[in-house]
């Protein structure tokens, strides 16, 4: 079992709200719990441009690796747009796209990042510049290794980028189940879209997920799965108003890879969002997930 992963993914940029170093504490903290050893993990390349233009605009593209943003296009990034930053968003898509072969080729595929599931064709925002998980899975698809996919987002806010890449595209389902009244205020519709009052606990949650998950996968029988596994609807979480319990996030993380295993769909896992102020307890639960998946 491998972990994908990038020192680089943590860049230190000055003014950056997104807690990037994050990646890094939870690889290191993987390490130290027993369940990596450093010569576990595999550090990914640049991705070619191609593999940013199987889901992104040539403008963008060109635009976002260059680091030529406008002061408009920050601000819905939400990031201090920088080539250093823009090196560590374009490593992500290598890096889910190597979770994704690890899953073909082993049942699951572990990515220590990933998850920009705010990032639209022609522009990113929401701390998200390149999809990630499009350009995997088109990358699969375009090489034949897979035909259907899904996508089961369950981070406290809608993936409203990776909807809007697969608006129409039947092969590929989207699943959410996020937070109703927050970011982003505009949900772009995906194919199964659950919203949840604030305040929703482990029991209500863990029951809608029981109820429609289940039945998604029946009807889609994607070859693939990729979880967005963000930790943000925890309790503590900054960003989001959920009530789920360190032990109820590990239930749903546990219920998401019962039901993959149990119809042999191969399921690749993206870390998403995570905003405690201690980042520390942010990392723990992403090594939850991680260890979860692993075992």
């Known amino acids: 079992m491998r972990f994908i992963f990038s020192p680089k993914y943590s860049t230190g940029t000055r003014g950056n709200e997104f807690p990037d170093k994050k990646f890094k504490l939870t690889a290191d903290l993987l390490i130290k719990e027993g369940v990596a050893s450093p010569c576990d993990f595999e550090e990914p390349d640049p991705p070619e441009t191609k593999d940013l233009l199987l889901a992104h605009c040539v403008d963008w593209v060109e635009r976002a690796m260059a680091a030529k943003l406008t002061p408009a296009e920050m601000k819905r990034l939400q990031l201090p747009w920088t080539k250093k930053l823009a090196q560590a968003h374009a490593l992500a898509v290598t890096g889910t796209t190597l979770a994704c072969g690890d899953a073909m080729d082993h049942g699951v595929g572990l990515h220590v990042g990933g998850g920009a599931h705010h990032a639209f064709p022609g522009h990113g925002e929401g701390f998200c510049a390149f999809n990630d998980i499009a350009c995997a899975i088109l990358r699969l698809r375009f090489e034949g290794a897979i035909e259907r996919a899904a996508v089961v987002d369950l981070d406290v806010h809608q993936g409203n980028g990776t909807n809007a890449i697969f608006a129409g595209d039947k092969t590929v389902l989207t699943f959410s189940m996020h937070q109703k009244n927050l970011y982003p205020e505009h949900k772009f519709p995906g194919t199964i879209d659950i919203e949840l009052k604030a305040g929703t606990r482990d029991k ?54 019962e039901a993959c295993a149990a119809r042999s769909i191969p399921v690749a896992v993206t870390l998403g969002g995570g905003y405690c102020k201690d980042v520390r307890k942010t990392a723990a639960l992403h090594v939850q997930t991680l260890a979860l998946a692993a075992a």
């Open 204 to 257: 209500e949650y863990l029951r809608l997920l029981a109820e429609r998950l289940p039945d998604a996968l029946d009807s889609h029988r994607p070859d693939l799965v990729v979880y967005q596994a963000g930790v943000d609807p925890w309790e503590n979480d900054e960003r989001g108003g959920l009530k789920l319990t360190a032990e109820g996030l590990g239930l749903r993380d546990a219920f998401v890879f």
